[in-house]
């Protein structure tokens, strides 16, 4: 059994930053991938940043240059820093475990608005 936790979320400013928080406990080995995916209203689950065993990071187009993911000091918890937000990325933030061979675990997700 895996549990992911995420937490950090919460009202910002345009412009402002969050600083979102991922972790994995329980019967964990062999993770491959965590990244973090959002959810807005009436859209689909969209990938947002991913970061691999080798410490390879991926981003979507939108969030470049903008948004960093990072890994702590243990493998099973990751960060996401998110700076310059912009109302589109009000949505519900997810963070997703991957494990080789072993299948996806699924955060419960935070929320992040974006408004003023």
């Known amino acids: 059994q895996v549990q992911v936790v995420e937490s950090g979320g919460g009202l910002v400013q345009p412009g402002g930053s969050l600083r979102l928080s991922c972790a994995a406990s329980?019967?964990?080995?062999?993770?491959?991938?965590m990244g973090w995916y959002r959810q807005a209203p009436g859209k689909e689950r969209e990938l947002v940043a991913r970061?691999?065993?080798?410490?390879?990071?991926m981003y979507a187009d939108s969030v470049k240059g903008r948004f960093t993911i990072s890994r702590g000091n243990a493998k099973n918890t990751v960060f996401l820093q998110m700076n310059s937000l912009k109302p589109e990325d009000t949505a519900v933030y997810y963070c997703?475990?991957?494990?080789?061979?072993?299948?996806?675990?699924w955060g419960q997700g935070t929320q992040v608005t974006v408004s003023s």
């Open positions: 329980g019967s964990i080995s062999n993770i491959y991938s």
């Open positions: 970061i691999m065993s080798g410490s390879s990071t």
């Open positions: 997703k475990c991957s494990r080789l061979g072993a299948g996806d675990y």
